[in-house]
């Protein structure tokens, strides 16, 4: 099963992060299959890059946002991706 998750990139105390879709079973720091964009919350207001187009892709083919990616897209991006980001709760 694949995931969007990022992966950290900073160095110690300097964070830096890379949304990735990766194995979600592998581990955080390794391999992955596409680099979607950049999150960078050391500066005010938190910089972030990402390509929604290929956002909107991997989650059409299943892919699912890790919690703290689904957070970011929520925050950063248009109310019609965050929804199709939204975990579906089975009742």
Do not use: C
């Not at 990766?22 to 964009?37: D, K, M, P, W, Y």
């Not at 929604?52 to 991997?58: K, N, S, Y």
């Amino acid at each position: 099963m694949l995931s969007i998750r990022m992966t950290r990139v900073g160095s110690k105390k300097k964070p830096f992060f890379r949304v990735v879709v990766t194995e979600a079973r592998s581990a955080r720091e390794s391999s992955f299959v596409e680099h979607l964009g950049t999150y960078n919350p050391r500066v005010k207001p938190a910089q972030v890059e990402l390509n929604t187009d290929r956002i909107q892709h991997w989650i059409s083919k299943g892919a699912k946002p890790s919690d703290s990616v689904r957070t970011l897209l929520a925050k950063h991006l248009t109310k019609n991706l965050s929804a199709v980001a939204e975990p579906v709760v089975a009742q």
